[in-house]
């Protein structure tokens, strides 16, 4: 494809958050009956999927997801077009677990060559314990597996930074998803988008707090049901880092004093030795 005409925007790194995994859930007569015509070795209907995080748009950056599943399964490439309003999802019935290809199509605007996403479709849960492999299991939702991601676009061109910047103004009036807010007033820089080194003007109408707008890389402050990406999980990531960084401080320090103590036995029977001789 053509670069677009146009410069690129030097010393700025803009990053769009989304969310990409599979939900499965296994066929059960009360609460996942299986449909006519789904053969009878199928266990589980699952769903694989790439999003924005509290299910806002992405399609303003993201054209098109190409989906390559297991060649078991007929017709196993899907190229899924952006649509309004909608993930970008395929959804199937099947026995076994296999690793799926995504192929992310930006939109032309972006000048950005095609990337490649790989994940594995869990059907089962897993973990050393119960407790653990219930903590895959979401209400209702079965077996997730999801990823939350961030999309770099580094120095990005004048017209495709208008297009990811503009817009992310909280919307009184309609909901989110019913109204295309690209080339609204947002204009450059103006709805506060988080850029890396770029200028951050923090003009224009208030934003919600923690709530995500379209063309904004906000990431909600809390977790919702179903919406398991926010700064309370970050938080607890970072948490359990420190913590994990902590022990590892710990265990060096006592492997050096060991290795102190030892060290000075060997001196010692160094000189044991030499004074027996
Ligand atoms: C396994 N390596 O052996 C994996 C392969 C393939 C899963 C899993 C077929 C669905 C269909 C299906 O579920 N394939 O017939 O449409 O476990």
């Known amino acids: 494809m053509a670069p677009p005409v146009g410069k690129r925007v030097k010393g700025v790194q803009v990053f769009r958050p989304f969310i990409y995994g599979t939900t499965a859930k296994p066929f059960?007569?009360?609460?996942?009956?299986?449909?006519?015509?789904v053969p009878?070795?199928?266990t589980h209907s699952w769903t694989v999927f790439v999003k924005g995080i509290d299910d806002v748009d992405i399609i303003y950056w993201l054209r098109r997801v190409q989906f390559k599943l297991h060649e078991s399964i007929p017709n196993h490439v899907r190229m899924v077009e952006g649509e309004k309003g909608k993930p970008f999802i395929v959804q199937e019935t099947g026995w076994g677990e296999?690793?799926?290809t995504m192929k992310l199509y930006y939109v032309p605007e972006s000048g950005e060559k095609p990337q490649t996403l790989y994940h594995h479709l869990r059907l089962h849960p897993y973990g050393r314990t119960?407790?653990?492999?219930?903590?895959m299991r979401v209400n209702?939702?079965?077996?997730i597996s999801w990823v939350y991601e961030e999309q770099i676009f580094n120095e990005p061109y004048e017209a495709f930074y208008d297009v990811l910047t503009s817009g992310a103004m909280p919307n009184t009036t309609t909901t989110t998803t019913a109204n295309d807010k690209r080339g609204g007033k947002g204009g450059k820089g103006g709805g506060g988008a988080k850029t890396k080194g770029g200028d951050k003007k923090e003009d224009g109408p208030k934003r919600s707090e923690g709530g995500v707008l379209e063309h904004s890389a906000m990431i909600p402050l809390l977790n919702r049901p179903g919406h398991p990406f926010s700064r309370e999980t970050e938080?607890?990531?970072?948490?359990?880092?420190k913590d994990a960084l902590v022990k590892v401080e710990d265990m060096t320090k006592k492997l050096a004093d060991d290795l102190k103590k030892k060290e000075e036995r060997l001196q010692q029977l160094k000189r044991q030795e030499a004074g027996e001789a």
Request: no cysteine; proline share 6%.
């Open 98 to 100: 296999f690793e799926i």
């Open 140 to 143: 209702g939702e079965g077996v």
């Open 130 to 135: 119960e407790e653990e492999k219930e903590a």
């Open 235 to 241: 938080q607890l990531e970072i948490k359990k880092l």
């Open 40 to 42: 009878d070795d199928h």
């Open 28 to 37: 059960d007569e009360k609460t996942n009956p299986k449909p006519a015509g």
